[in-house]
């Protein structure tokens, strides 16, 4: 069974960081583009970021482009987000997801969502002072 458990979430003040993980079971990540999608309440999800397998290429929504750092680590099978410089706005609960036939060049989040294959439950990030 493919599933992905995120850990890292929890309360920080604005200008704060947090670092979310996201561990894989029953699949190898390394085949696998891994981004982090976060849903805030009231609001439609959001594509924040994305890592592909073949070259490490990433994406980054623009509001947090400078501040959010994804990286992977394929002998941990895990993915980590570093998130610097929070704000309020991103409050929300962070999910990881993979998608394998999700290709450098290609539309993000577009194309992410549309190769969806498999997601996690989220970990919950609140900041606020």
């Known amino acids: 069974q493919l599933q992905l458990v995120e850990s890292g979430g929890g309360s920080v003040q604005p200008g704060g960081s947090l670092r979310l993980s996201c561990a894989a079971s029953g699949f190898t990540l390394d085949y696998y583009a891994i981004g982090w999608l976060r849903q805030a309440p009231g609001k439609e999800r959001e594509g924040v970021l994305c890592i592909t397998s073949s070259d490490g290429s990433t994406y980054y929504a623009d509001s947090v482009k400078g501040r959010f750092t994804i990286s992977r680590d394929n002998a941990e099978n895990t993915v980590y987000l570093q998130m610097n410089s929070l704000k309020p706005e991103d409050t929300g609960n962070y999910l990881c997801?993979?998608?394998?036939?999700?290709?450098?060049?290609?539309?993000?989040?577009?194309?992410?969502?549309?190769?969806?294959?498999?997601w996690g439950e989220g970990t919950l990030v609140t900041v606020s002072s």
């Open positions: 997801a993979g998608a394998k036939e999700y290709n450098s060049g290609s539309s993000f989040p577009e194309d992410f969502y549309r190769y969806l294959e498999v």
